[in-house]
């Protein structure tokens, strides 16, 4: 059974950082794209960052330079760094597993970037 749980989200200032988790089960996660998305309220779902069966990653450009988007083999697990969090970073983050038929959601991690 494949599950996503998604982990470290939290409230934090302008400036500081967080890294999220997203602990895989069912599958691998090498064999597949992982992303990260994020919904803020009132708007759509969009994508954070990539990390490919290969290794390559790709970068919303809100993000580019800002967060990092790596992957553990071992522990079977993706994590997203941020730093340099702004307020329009507030939102709901979204782990996604990406298979060539289908696709898996983690049920979100909150993040909320305030002062």
């Known amino acids: 059974q494949v599950q996503l749980v998604e982990s470290g989200g939290g409230l934090v200032q302008p400036g500081g950082s967080l890294r999220l988790s997203c602990a895989a089960s069912g599958f691998t996660i090498s064999n597949c794209a992982m992303t990260w998305y994020r919904q803020a309220p009132g708007k759509e779902r969009e994508l954070v960052a990539g990390i490919n069966s290969d290794g390559s990653t790709n970068y919303a450009d809100s993000t580019k330079g800002r967060f990092t988007i790596s992957r553990d083999k071992r522990k079977n697990t993706v994590y997203l760094q941020m730093n340099s969090l702004k307020p329009e970073d507030t939102a709901v983050y979204y782990c996604?597993?990406?298979?060539?038929?289908?696709?898996?959601w983690g049920q979100g991690t909150q993040v909320t970037v305030s002062s």
């Open positions: 996604n597993a990406r298979f060539v038929l289908e696709a898996y």
